[in-house]
């Protein structure tokens, strides 16, 4: 009973089928040698490759996702820390409450923040600025980096900051010393989450996003809005490429099952 | 303490515990500790949500713009109008469909991938959990190009003598739940995955032993303790087709609008920002209504599984 029969493993292999199937695809027409879309059937090339260094404005944008990217993990971390810390050690009025509003942007649908943003900032003058795009990714990333560093912080054990303070170290080297380093595989963690988010947003940063500062998805969003070409196909491939690199590395390092089992919506 | 931190430990994935109390107590600490987050959250979230409620009471005229007006015209002509009730039956006939596939999709190969042996298991959950990493644009341009340009899939199809003609995906109804399902149904995975590890597998070996045949485990034993799994999954999956935005527009076009489409055109092509904003409202309460609403239901049906 507690292995596959053959049916079982009929379907599975399917499924990945299925799963794979469009990340294939995308990567095979992307070494195609024709000026159209088609199957490398004629032999592979990188002529499509080449040609994304042609078209600056894609570099600029993976440039900009990577620094928006990182720029708003960093915040949502640093937001996240203390705030995680409040809930997790100490009882306090609103504490439920707190935590939900944290996790609320999780409920609000990407294209009612986008829309919402992009009103709340044209009437503050940040309409198409990095800044606007900063402070609404760290919003849509919070709840990811404040649930993996509750976590890490939930389960730590308080006996060795007691045995720190009570050796006589106040409370700011009490944090540097002895807490930060042992939540810090959940902020670390958190981190990565928050800016796989950041950099993978399209629904939110279409809205707010304007010409000069755009991320790459938006980019190769509006690009396919208006015709599909091996281009589009080669920019996507060198994304899956270093995304599939970035998820190996993850998944040594800390997990991928670990990572996104507390992804998602409670 | 010993146990009080083991407590701690297990419930660290599902919320936070109430911690013990306190050596040295300040009253304000946590207030200060999350006055950074509840601002960014008040002023970033609470405000433009309230802004763009507001936006949808104004009304919009060709000429004239946004009219600072307050009034319920934009969602008396959401209610009477035949246009946008298709669109949002539209919008909800996809969701609740690529629910249906995700849920019966999804629940067995997460049954199927916990059977499996060590280095199999680690390397099929990374195939079925890696997609959600990739940006959802490239992986709907794949589904393009399955459908569209390169015509594998009819190709496949015919190929295969399962159809006469070709099917037209893209721009319709049935593309936009394939490609939807193959973007949604990990979570799906997910969520029955986490409700398995719960599910000791000598509970089936002892049903086997006491006489039970393969069907009858699955369905006394196996179902039972994975449907709240399958249901705040499909809450989840459900949630994100239904507010779905680059998957429809990339594969339904122009012509096949959903809701999240519809309120991105009245932005930023007719302009017609009071609209949009209305279109959001109505999305966004949908949203609210479906997860809170859902989610009390699950729980209080399936309480002693939960605890």
């Known amino acids: 009973m507690n292995r596959n029969g053959p049916i079982a493993l009929i379907f599975h292999c399917l499924f990945l089928g299925f799963l794979l199937a469009p990340i294939l695809i995308v990567c095979a027409v992307a070494f195609t040698s024709q000026g159209y879309l088609s199957l490398p059937t004629e032999g592979l090339s990188l002529r499509w490759f ?72 044209t009437m503050i003058g940040l309409g198409g600025t990095f800044a606007g795009l900063v402070l609404s990714h760290v919003i849509i990333i919070l709840p990811f980096a404040l649930r993996l560093i509750l976590a890490a912080s939930t389960g730590m054990d308080r006996a060795v900051e007691n045995a720190a303070a009570s050796l006589g170290a106040s409370s700011w080297t009490c944090f540097r010393r002895v807490t930060l380093p042992l939540i810090l595989p959940g902020v670390a963690s958190g981190w990565v989450l928050a800016f796989i988010n950041s950099f993978d947003e399209v629904t939110m940063t279409v809205f707010i996003a304007s010409p000069e500062t755009t991320t790459l998805p938006v980019r190769l969003f509006l690009y396919i809005q208006d015709n599909i070409d091996p281009l589009v196909a080669a920019v996507s491939a060198v994304l899956i490429f270093l995304t599939v690199a970035a998820m190996l590395v993850l998944d040594r390092v800390y997990g991928l099952e670990r990572l996104l089992v507390g992804k998602g919506r409670d | 303490m010993a146990a009080s931190t083991e407590t701690q430990v297990s419930g660290a994935q599902a919320s936070a515990p109430p911690p013990p109390r306190r050596r040295r107590r300040w009253p304000l600490a946590p207030y200060l500790l999350s006055a950074p987050g509840l601002a960014l959250c008040a002023v970033l979230l609470l405000v433009p949500l309230v802004m763009t409620f507001l936006l949808s009471l104004n009304s919009f005229s060709f000429y004239g713009g946004i009219q600072n007006v307050w009034q319920l015209g934009n969602y008396a002509d959401i209610i009477a109008d035949d246009y946008f009730h298709e669109v949002f039956l539209r919008t909800f006939r996809i969701a609740a469909l690529v629910t249906l596939l995700c849920a019966v999709f999804g629940a067995p190969e997460a049954y199927i991938l916990r059977r499996m042996k060590s280095p199999w298991r680690g390397l099929c959950l990374l195939i079925v959990l890696g997609p959600l990493l ?63 590890q719960r599910l000791d597998p000598q509970v089936e070996n002892a049903a086997l032993s006491l006489g039970a045949g393969p069907l009858t485990v699955m369905r006394r034993v196996v179902l039972p303790q994975i449907v709240p799994g399958i249901l705040s999954g499909s809450i989840i999956v459900f949630a994100l087709a239904a507010s779905a935005f680059a998957t429809p527009a990339i594969i339904g076009g122009r012509r096949l609008k959903v809701a999240a489409t519809l309120a991105y055109d009245e932005f930023l092509n007719t302009l017609n920002w009071p609209l949009g904003a209305t279109v959001a409202v109505l999305l966004l309460i949908a949203n609210i209504v479906i997860i809170v609403g859902c989610n009390r239901l699950v729980e209080r049906r399936y309480k002693q599984v939960f605890e």
Request: zero cysteines; a neutral charge; hydrophobic letters at 60%.
């Open chain 1, 50 to 121: 080449r040609a994304i260094g042609d078209n600056p404005e894609f570099i600029r944008a993976f440039k900009d996702s990577l620094l928006l990217g990182a720029v708003s993990s960093t915040l949502a971390i640093l937001v996240a820390v203390p705030a995680a810390l409040a809930i997790a050690r100490h009882q306090f009025f609103g504490r439920e409450a707190i935590q939900a509003l944290f996790l609320s942007p999780l409920m609000v649908p990407h294209i009612v923040l986008g829309i919402a943003f992009l009103r709340f900032f």
């Open chain 2, 134 to 196: 990739i940006s959802v644009v490239s992986r709907t341009l794949g589904w393009a190009l399955l459908f569209g340009s390169t015509g594998l899939v009819n190709q496949g199809l015919m190929g295969l003598g399962l159809i006469a003609t070709p099917i037209e995906f893209m721009y319709t109804e049935t593309g936009v739940v394939i490609a939807l399902t193959h973007v949604l149904v990990p979570f799906m995975v997910l969520s029955v995955w986490a409700s398995l």
